[in-house]
Nanobody
Framework: QARLVESGGGLVQAGGSLRLSCAAS????????MGWFRQAPGKELEFVASISIGGRGTRYADSVMGRFTISRDNAKNTVDLQMNGLKLEDTATYYC?????????????????WGQGTQVAVSS
């Protein structure tokens, strides 16, 4: 059974940085693309970034392009999200998700396995 556990969330001032990490277990991590999504209070789930099985292919939401970087370590079964230049609008619960296959996607319906989320709050 797939298990995803996020860590690294917290409170940070605008302009600051945070690094989120997701530890995966219960499935063959290196066979599946991975992604990060977020949901702000009162808003719908939003795609943030995804990464291919080898890590060379990435995809980002326009809102985070150039500020966030997704990476993965297949030896450690982890996927990270480095967030720089944080803005107030980045405040949300961030979720790690495992794609159903090796293809990068931004569609949450392509991700059957999800973590519990980690909260990120950006203050002015």
């Amino acid at each position: 059974q797939a298990r995803l556990v996020e860590s690294g969330g917290g409170l940070v001032q605008a302009g600051g940085s945070l690094r989120l990490s997701c530890a995966a277990s219960g499935f063959t991590f290196s066979n599946r693309a991975m992604g990060w999504f977020r949901q702000a209070p009162g808003k719908e789930l939003e795609f943030v970034a995804s990464i291919s099985i080898g890590g060379r292919g990435t995809r980002y939401a326009d809102s985070v392009m150039g500020r966030f970087t997704i990476s993965r370590d297949n030896a450690k079964n982890t996927v990270d999200l480095q967030m720089n230049g944080l803005k107030l609008e980045d405040t949300a619960t961030y979720y790690c998700a495992a794609d159903r296959d090796s293809l990068i996607s931004a569609d949450p319906s392509e991700f059957p396995d999800w973590g519990q989320g980690t909260q990120v709050a950006v203050s002015s």
